[in-house]
């Protein structure tokens, strides 16, 4: 019989059965009263359950569109842009600033750390930018940025805005938006809500509001704040057809973490990557991301000697457990692993299960119920 098998890439993550159901409704019109309530309902408490006095977007897209969205509702052609990125996806950034024609500077990060927020003040001192954008996780390597120490620096700076790219982070790190000083966050459905691809969340404050005005027209048009903000105040209104039924997949997902409470779900991510970490340097793996900047919603794992990437991603499929591979340089030497949103103790026990499987048949190395006793114990305390 074929293993069943778990996807456990960093996004898609697995949805649980109560958000499957709802994503196999029945559809209704998005002018219908019915969808028209939970759609505000789920506008409502995205801000809430990431403290967010300002607005909330929540529309048709992914996590890239979301990225341009930021960008081009808050600068302008020409306007000075600092990115600090930590990774591939920071990276992303780059092309999307100059397709717009922004004046951009990177601090880029060695793969693995973070670029200390003392150098970012340094940079911020040389010139005047209308925007810093980090992302709060970075999948290629890892890292979890400081997002709150950064956002406490830019008080210093009232005319910059923040821009935090939160996709792989949301709901599993903690966020606390106005706490942390952030004017434009967004992240996709897939990640750590747990829930399928196909919708993107954005929140701003008054002064990333104030200068999507200030810009006056813009040149995009999707993704344009000005043609959604009518719909995210009342529903009922039409620019382009919702996603109906995510929509009531992210209102059942939420309802999950308001259950759980925010607090409580990034503690539940922190004990849980933390015990995964554990079980894999237990079963000789190496971490990327440096100890005090891992992120906990995925673990970026390097191989350790004699271990062939392509013989083991394999073999782990064929076991039962899907992971993404490396990225640039650190393609074939390590694999990555998502551990995010609505997954339990019993999914990550048979996960290093496979992996214990895995490394005995392609390398004969032999710690079958090794990582799994060191997860369990770190979960146990």
């Known amino acids: ?46 801000r809430t359950i990431v403290n ?26 020409g306007d000075r842009v600092l990115l600090i990125s930590h990774g591939f996806f920071g990276d992303r950034f780059i092309e999307i600033c100059q397709n717009k024609e922004r004046d951009l500077d990177v601090l880029k990060a060695e793969w693995g750390k973070i670029i200390p927020v003392s150098e970012i003040e340094e940079k911020l001192s040389t010139k005047k930018y209308a925007a810093v954008v980090v992302s709060h996780v970075d999948t290629a390597t890892g890292v979890k940025a400081p997002i709150e120490e950064i956002g406490e620096l830019m008080k210093k700076y009232p005319d910059t805005l923040y821009i935090v790219d939160g996709v792989a982070a949301t709901m599993g790190e903690y966020t606390d938006f106005d ?16 829930v399928s691809p196909g919708l ?56 999950i973490i308001k259950e759980e409470g925010p607090g409580a779900r ?6 849980n990557a933390s015990a ?36 083991f991603r394999s073999t782990l499929m064929e076991e039962g457990i899907i992971v993404a591979g490396g990225l640039a340089a650190y393609a074939g030497k390590m694999f990555r692993i998502g551990h995010m949103g609505n997954i339990d103790i019993n999914d990550e026990v048979a996960v290093l299960g496979v992996i214990e499987r895995t490394l005995y048949k392609t390398a004969g190395i032999e710690k079958l119920g090794v990582g799994v006793a060191v997860y369990m114990k770190e979960m146990m305390k």
């Open 1 to 46: 019989m074929e293993n069943k098998r778990m996807v456990m890439i960093p996004g898609p993550t697995p949805v649980v059965k109560s958000i499957q159901d709802q994503m196999g409704r029945e559809v209704q019109a998005f002018g219908d009263p019915r969808f028209v309530a939970d759609y505000k309902e789920v506008i409502h408490d995205l």
């Open 52 to 77: 967010c006095s300002g607005q909330v977007f929540c529309v048709a897209g992914t996590g890239t569109l979301a990225m341009e969205m930021a960008i081009s509702n808050s600068t302008k052609r």
């Open 179 to 194: 706490g942390m000083n952030i004017d434009i966050l967004f992240t996709a459905s897939q990640k750590a809500f747990g």
């Open 200 to 255: 993107l969340m954005l929140w701003a404050s008054k002064k990333a509001m104030d200068r999507r005005e200030a810009l006056g027209t813009i040149s995009e048009y999707y993704c344009d704040f000005n043609k959604w903000l009518p719909i995210m105040l009342d529903p009922s209104k039409y620019f382009a057809t919702p996603a109906v039924n995510l929509i009531w997949a992210l209102k059942e997902s939420i309802r």
């Open 266 to 271: 990034y503690e539940r991510h922190l004990k």
């Open 276 to 311: 995964m970490q554990k079980a894999l340097e237990a079963l000789g793996f190496g971490l990327l991301a440096e100890a005090g900047h891992r992120a906990v919603t995925l673990s970026n794992i390097i191989y350790p000697e004699g271990i062939n990437d392509a013989d």
